[in-house]
């Protein structure tokens, strides 16, 4: 990759973490868990525009900072970073906006939801946990983000922007 579209993707990839941090101040208890769809509007941001590897460095990031700053749960980390993993690896096979959702809903309702069960059972203490316990939280969080991303990048692409955006990346 060329220095300076490295930069570049370091840049909008920051950009896009804080985003998601300042966008978990509006967030929701789902069955102990903090929904913050906001994220998940930046993973499917990510996937179109940086990719997967920046993408889920984002979603790192974003996971660290809002713990530090007690606005989100160790089960951040599993759900951000699997669903814009999965969003992001979906999209740069496919090209296709709607893998990218799908991604984004797969990878942090389901994949994530499952991984957050050893978190909430060894990490938090959470004795009360099962494999599924944060599945329909983590998907009502994940759709109602995902449906921000869609709306977001479905109007970038219909005006050209998206395009043009990715091009100079």
Not at 77 to 98: D, E, H, N, R, V
Not at 127 to 147: E, H, K, N, R, Y
């Amino acid at each position: 990759m060329h220095k300076e579209n490295r930069t570049r993707k370091l840049v909008l990839t920051a950009i896009l973490a804080a985003v998601s941090v300042a966008g978990s101040t509006f967030s929701f208890p789902v069955l102990g868990s903090k929904c913050a769809p906001v994220q998940h509007m930046v993973n499917i941001l990510c996937a179109v525009l940086v990719g997967p590897f920046w993408g889920t460095l984002a979603a790192l990031i974003a996971s660290i900072i809002r713990n530090l700053l007690g606005l989100g749960s160790p089960l951040a980390f599993p759900g951000s970073m699997c669903g814009a993993l999965i969003a992001g690896l979906l999209y740069k096979y496919t090209g296709k906006l709607p893998a990218a959702y799908a991604g984004e809903i797969f990878g942090t309702g389901i994949v994530g939801g499952m991984l957050s069960y050893p978190i909430a059972r060894l990490v938090m203490g959470n004795g009360q946990a099962a494999l599924f316990t944060f599945v329909v939280p983590f998907l009502i969080s994940t759709v109602a983000g995902t449906i921000l991303g869609a709306v977001i990048t479905m109007s970038l692409h219909r005006t050209g922007y998206l395009s043009k955006v990715q091009d100079e990346l």
